[in-house]
């Protein structure tokens, strides 16, 4: 794993696992915390709303330090932007279990959100700017199979000490490990200079993210983030109903997303971003429709057909930007990652809507218990539908712009 970019005195190595470490921290707080929100609710008294807002706090943070991390990453480099996610992810880890009740709890989980961001602008460009071609989509794939890697782990982990009743406390201890890790890997170490170009500036990644294309993959990226996000939120609860086990459906999904992202830069090399992430969009809606229609041991093969639509939407999206739209620098990849989390954050009230007006549509039908909640969880799927096959039209779009740009390198 050498650089590619002529980065003297850089260990590419060392700073590629210290940006997975990084984000299995990332995936720990998602996953982690989730876990933990029962017993949050109970130890605080706190409601469901108030477990909400504590939720969004997370989705808050993560575009807010994204996108400022993309504005001034060429000028204070991705060294700084990680020493600030390190310092913001120990505080926010020790507030959580110091918190003392909601006011606490909210801080702490910005404070984790504005990490989770930092991670991410500052990794992302950092490989980018390290290595090209097809070892960067490699990697880029392989440092982002790290998320639903980590979730994997962070389910189980959260799952075990649960079960062995270890304390909430615990579990939020266990996140502060990779924080550790990747803390370590980092120091001392020298750091890829961000590249000098047009897109080295703010002026220069403005003017680039102002064109037909970026503001198409912006469109494109709010509903590949909620196509990934938005379904398994809501999943769990109609598998549970279905007959399938939800954690093994968990594991399976976010494990195949992970094996998927290991292997990815091959497939990118051979169908380039836009054929791939063609695909993921066909094989997305096959999936969130069989979600929404079968039950029992069928739940496993949509959970199979539905990670390996998803898992490759997130990497290949910021891949896309760097290679293809490469003046919008790092700012570019930010502010696409950052519209991404927003989207989704936005969009789950909305979901939320579809599911209450489903419930009342299926209790009005004469249908309770169990067989309303899972009516009403398939119906919202199948609305759901709509985000993934929307994308199949316009990746399909993207794949001929690309190809007439391959085509016409002067027009690029």
């Known amino acids: 794993m050498e650089n590619t970019n002529n980065q003297s005195g850089v260990n590419g190595k060392r700073l590629f696992y210290g940006s997975c470490f990084a984000l299995i921290t990332t995936a720990f707080s998602f996953s982690i915390r989730a876990g933990i929100l029962p017993e949050l609710g ?14 969004q706090m997370w989705f808050l943070g993560f575009p807010i330090s994204m996108v400022l991390g993309g504005i001034f990453y060429h000028s204070i480099g991705p060294k700084r932007i990680m020493i600030f996610a390190f310092f913001a992810h120990t505080i926010g ?43 960067m989509n490699t990697l880029m794939n392989r440092f982002h199979m790290w998320f639903p890697g980590g979730i994997v782990l962070g389910s189980l982990i959260s799952y075990a000490m649960t079960s ?4 909430w406390e615990a579990q939020i201890w266990i996140i502060l490990i990779p924080t550790v890790v990747y803390a370590y890997l980092f120091y001392g170490q020298k750091f890829p200079t961000p590249r000098t170009s047009e897109g080295a500036t703010l002026k220069g990644n403005l003017k680039a993210m102002f064109t037909p294309l970026f503001i198409f993959m912006a469109v494109c990226m709010t509903l590949t983030a909620t196509s990934e996000f938005g379904p398994t939120q809501w999943a769990q609860l109609v598998l549970a ?18 094996v998927g992202r290991y292997f990815g830069g091959e497939f990118v090399h051979k169908f380039d971003q836009s054929g791939v992430l063609l695909g993921s969009a ?23 057909i ?5 898992c490759y939407f997130w990497p290949n999206m910021i891949g896309f930007v760097a290679e293809k739209i ?12 950052g519209v991404g989390m927003f989207s989704t954050s936005m969009f789950q009230p909305i979901i939320g809507g579809w599911i209450d007006g ?31 096959a929307i994308l199949i039209v316009l990746f399909t779009i993207l794949l001929f712009w690309v190809k007439q740009i391959k085509a016409q390198p002067a027009a690029a």
């Open 358 to 388: 489903a419930n009342e549509k299926a209790a009005a039908s004469g249908l309770t218990g169990d067989a309303l909640e899972l009516a009403a969880g398939q119906a919202t799927l199948q609305t759901m539908i709509t985000f993934p």
């Open 93 to 135: 880890i020790l507030l959580t279990i110091y918190s003392g009740g909601y006011t606490g709890l909210l801080i702490s989980t910005l404070l984790i959100g504005l990490g989770n961001g930092c991670t991410e602008a500052a990794c992302n460009p950092m490989i980018a700017d390290s290595y090209e071609g097809k070892t």
């Open 42 to 55: 109970e130890t605080f008294d706190l409601s469901a709303q108030q477990l909400g807002f504590i939720n």
């Open 326 to 337: 490469p003046k919008s620098g790092a700012l570019g990849m930010s502010i696409i990652g």
């Open 282 to 304: 066909i094989l997305t809606t096959i999936g969130i429709f069989l979600f929404s229609t079968q039950t029992g041991a069928m739940a496993y093969v949509s959970a199979v």
């Open 164 to 167: 062995l009743n270890l304390g």
């Open 306 to 310: 539905f990670a390996l639509g998803v």
């Open 241 to 258: 109903k279905s007959g399938a086990e939800p954690m093994v459906i968990l594991a399976l999904i976010t494990g195949l997303m992970a």
